[in-house]
């Protein structure tokens, strides 16, 4: 069955840095495209970085461009999130979402927490 499995959150000081790992199977991941959401307590899940199904491809929102980075190994059918610069604003849960056309698979999460 499709499995999105995200490690390597934790809890970090402001100005730290985290690598995310989401490890997928079940299903071809070469040919999707792979986005990082968060979403921190009372707040929406948004949109934090997305890769084209090749990595040619990414895009950021204004919050992560210049401290994160998003890539992928397809031989491995992962796809990482380094975060750098970490801020107390960056705390939240983190998923890993797989898409192409209208098919769309989650992670559960993995907690991120920003604090001294």
């Known amino acids: 069955q499709v499995q999105l499995v995200e490690s390597g959150g934790g809890l970090v000081q402001p100005g730290g840095s985290l690598r995310l790992s989401c490890a997928a199977s079940?299903?071809?991941?070469?040919?999707?495209?792979m986005m990082w959401y968060r979403q921190a307590p009372g707040k929406e899940r948004e949109l934090v970085a997305a890769?084209?199904?090749?990595?040619?491809?990414?895009r950021y929102a204004d919050s992560a461009k210049g401290r994160f980075t998003i890539s992928r190994d397809n031989g491995k059918n992962t796809v990482y999130l380094q975060m750098n610069s970490l801020e107390p604003e960056d705390t939240a849960v983190y998923y890993c979402?797989?898409?192409?056309?209208?098919?769309?698979?989650w992670g559960q999460g993995t907690q991120v927490t920003v604090s001294s």
């Open positions: 979402k797989a898409q192409r056309d209208s098919t769309n698979y």
């Open positions: 890769i084209s199904s090749g990595g040619g491809s990414t």
């Open positions: 079940g299903f071809t991941f070469s040919i999707y495209a």
